[in-house]
């Protein structure tokens, strides 16, 4: 017998009213935390169509502008574990090797013509697509190019070809894209431009250069962000001391390539053994014997209980909603915009990083999100009222999801609301008013300077 869910399958494959299985398969989410689920998920290995719940909406509505914050794609690490052979992962593009996409050689050729670009500062010195046969370090990989190439096509199939959010005339000044200073965001910008516009003309790409990893702009100085920062940092700590597993793996690991214990915990070998965890690569070895997979286990474990202690302490939201108040109200103000009327940007791309995605997730209330993927996509999607067109609402989808209704803002509205959306006015109100209540404040200059509760 074969059950056919009626509600719409989220990406993950769960049902969102009924999480009853009758049959295990291998897209189901396993009910305990499992650690190498996890990070297949993480690494996000271009494979299945994705779904994605993007630009729906009912028929009358009318989608006025979209607005994405992207996570790079996959990377090669930032870190090396200390006495072993780095992962041997070439990053040049070859379009006939796996993970590959359609449009890669179209893709390849077209970067190599950019220079009519408008790229603000550093930018315009980093290269548009990566190409070293040995990558190097945090360099993005075709894996991570094949990520947002995928990522450019889906949206343009609902955006431009369904919606027609931009015409075939599109000019300069209805986009607006932003990246940090690293080739791995800016190429992976670049991606997701291409097949979200293909073969554009360079003349028209203004990419602008945002030096802040939070996208604050010129709103910065906040020293209550850093003193909630530093008491996450330090819950983060007290954790991993009491893990008495995580300690012997570290200790076993010491010894394989023979380091003291502190020297491997600083090099993050989590953000190694991932690299080859996603690209299949077999983990180091060394006389002394080999890294396997019980101790990425252990350690991947450890994260994953780190992230739900995460959410419960609250520290870390103190320190994201102050983090991210610039770029969501950078957000707000050309929501309100664009609902007035003014000629604004109808589309959006930031290009960023975990670090960037995983504060916003916590400052709207989305406590259900996974950490940021590898090309996770946050959006959030403008409509307007056909029936009522003074009347603004918003979507917000991650990685194809609906979240509307998860956020701290529009959880109650979802009871009262026949609308699959949420009023622009409580996105407002919470970015403008509602985010500094917990600092017992009125203004983001007030929480920032205000002393800790």
Known sequence: VHLIPVNPVREDGLNPKSRKRIMPDLLTEPPAID???????????????ERSMEGHAPHYFKLVSVQVLIRHGDRYPLYAIPKTKRPDIDCMLVPSRKPSHPQLE?????????????????LS????????????MGELTQTGVVQHL??????????????????????????????????????????????????????KINMRHQWSTIFCSGS??????????????????????KNNDLEKIYVDMAKIVGIPTRQLR?????????????????????????????????????????????????????????????????TVNRLQRIAEGKKEEVFVLYSAHDVTLSPVLSALGITEARFPRFAARLVFELWQDGKRPKEHFIRILYNGADVTFQTSFCKDHYKRSSKPMCPLEKFVNFVKRDMFLIFNSTSYYDACHRKAL
């Not at 179209?106 to 550093?122: C, L, N, T, V, Y």
């Not at 299949?280 to 994953?304: D, W």
């Open 220 to 241: 910065c100085d906040c020293p209550m962000r850093n003193h909630y920062l530093e008491e996450e940092q330090r819950r983060q700590y007290s954790l991993r001391v």
């Open 106 to 122: 179209a893709f390849i050729k077209h970067m190599s013509k950019g220079s009519a670009a408008q790229m603000d500062g550093s």
């Open 150 to 203: 995928r990522n450019g096509q889906l949206l343009r199939e609902i955006y431009i070809n369904k919606h027609k959010l931009l015409p075939g005339d599109w000019t300069a000044k209805q986009l607006y894209l932003e990246t940090t200073g690293k080739s791995r965001t800016l190429q992976s910008a670049l991606a997701l431009l291409y097949t979200f516009l293909p073969d554009f003309d360079w003349k």
């Open 125 to 136: 010195s980093l290269p548009h697509f990566p190409s070293h046969s040995l990558c190097e």
């Open 35 to 49: 650690p190498v689920y996890e990070a297949h998920v993480y690494c996000n290995i271009p494979s299945i169509a």
């Open 266 to 330: 600083a090099s993050n070998p989590i953000d190694s053994l991932l690299c080859y965890f996603c690209h299949n690569v077999s983990f180091p070895c060394t006389k002394a014997g080999c890294i396997g997979m019980e101790h990425f286990k252990v350690i991947k474990r450890h994260q994953l209980e780190d992230e739900r202690e995460r959410q419960e302490k609250k520290l870390y939201f103190l320190y994201a909603l102050l983090a991210t108040h610039p770029l969501l109200n950078q």
